[in-house]
């Protein structure tokens, strides 16, 4: 159906909605008309707390002062994510964003390191990391050089709440119109099926040429009324409970994100500068809501300050995330527990991707293909990623952990695994969000350990070899001393 993309019309608010509309408007400016319909009376989930780095091409894009964005969402500086008794009980590794090492050869650092490590270097992957180094020190600070040695990929964490309320004031400023209202019906073109409006419960309609759902796990207008066929990944990852709750902040706020295994799932913490976010991710299968909430509450490490509410899902992808002229944009195009913090980051990938595509003069199907085809890759290569931190654990204390490590798992993940485990390689995918530094940390951490490494490792010999590794260690600890404590960068910096 060829008609020009006039008016865009955003359905649901939170922080899907909004980041919507602040990116079209800023991108298309006054060319298009862009409405948005939420109600105050519907509930958002959000708890999605914990970014990672794209985030700030984000924020930069829209031209968000950091300090002031940190002031209003009551952010912190986000590091990496300590992953606690996943391998076995009483053990712990981090997910950084940084990179381990330096660019020495050919190959990959970790090479030259299982190399080194060969020849006597007891110096663990992390101890090459800066991120690792401050997240040990609880420091942080920019650093403005150019060495990539010295490179510190950071995000943040917010309250995703106030981060909409942000985003809608910038929003309505350059001239996006909200419209506050329950939908009622969605109405629909008899031959092509298109949308054509929303009506409200109020009798008010709502035409629009393209429409974005916003509605989060309803999936309003791309499942319910659509009928797109959801793809559930259950088989994969079981879990489908989580039980939110937040709690007082603490004196010292550390720069990462805890994620820490329990007997059936795992517990969030994550540090905000007016309180923290906490919670467990289950599986009903395994385990009672009143047993996980024994665990949350069990392992909180300060005072509640609300209530706990239980949020219910099914992992898996809306098959078709722009279908007719519907494009479905956060919870409602599909649902990845947050154990690697991807919910905000699939927004934007599922907006920059909308606005790499928009239609002008119409709808086109190779569009519609092309976008579907990269939202499936890149959320298969999450999925396959989340996976891995499950699949490859060694614990023996739950029925759910010992299915998880015996289950069948997706073909490709398993040849990445084989591919590590053989030779220390780590091969990409297109639209895998996640790069080497992230696969390797997380491979090594859960114990996938290689037998083998890159020959271009032997070319400098042991003794150089060890000199540079030595250099390395050495240069990554320097900018630990012009750091400061991560709660004193916060006060000074955002003032």
Known sequence: MQKAVRKVVIAGGGTAG?????????????????????????????????????????????????????????GTIKLAIKFENWRVQGESYYHTFGAPGANIGFCSFQHFWLKAKEAGNEHTLWDYDLNYLACEQGKFNKINTQNPVYDMQYAYHFDSGLYGQYLRKLAEK????????????????????????????????????????????????????????????????????AIAVPTERFEHTVPYTRSIAHANGWQWRIPLTHRNGNGIVYSSKYCSDDEAMQTLMGNLDSKPLDEPRKIQFETGRTEQQWHKNV????????????????????????????????????????????????????????RDFIILHYHVNQRNDSDFWKDLRNMDIPPRLQQKINAFKESAAIFNDNNDIFRDASWLQVMLGQGINPTDYHPAAKVHGDKALLDIMHKIYHAKQQPLTKMLPHDEFLARYTG
């Open 18 to 74: 909004w980041m919507t509309a602040a990116l079209l408007r800023k991108v298309l400016q006054q060319t298009i008309e862009i409405e948005l319909v939420e109600s105050e009376a519907i509930g958002i989930v959000g708890v999605g707390e914990a970014t990672i780095p794209p985030i700030q091409i984000f924020n930069q894009y829209l031209g968000l002062d950091e300090k002031e964005f940190l002031r209003e969402t009551k």
């Open 174 to 241: 350059a001239g996006v119109k909200r419209t506050e209202g329950i939908i009622a019906q969605v109405n629909q073109d008899p031959r092509s099926g298109f949308i054509t409006s929303l009506e409200l419960n109020n009798g008010q309609k709502i035409e629009g040429d393209l429409f974005i759902d916003c509605t989060g796990l309803r999936a309003l207008l791309s499942r319910k009324t659509l009928g797109v066929k959801y793809e559930s990944w259950d088989h994969f990852l079981p879990a489908d409970s």
């Open 327 to 382: 494009v479905a944009i956060g919870l409602s195009s599909g649902f990845l527990e947050p154990l690697e913090s991807t919910s905000i980051h699939l927004i934007q990938s599922g907006i920059v991707r909308l606005l790499k595509m928009f239609p002008n003069q119409g709808i086109t199907p190779a569009m519609v293909e092309m976008y579907n085809q990269e939202s499936k890759q890149e959320f298969e290569t999450i």
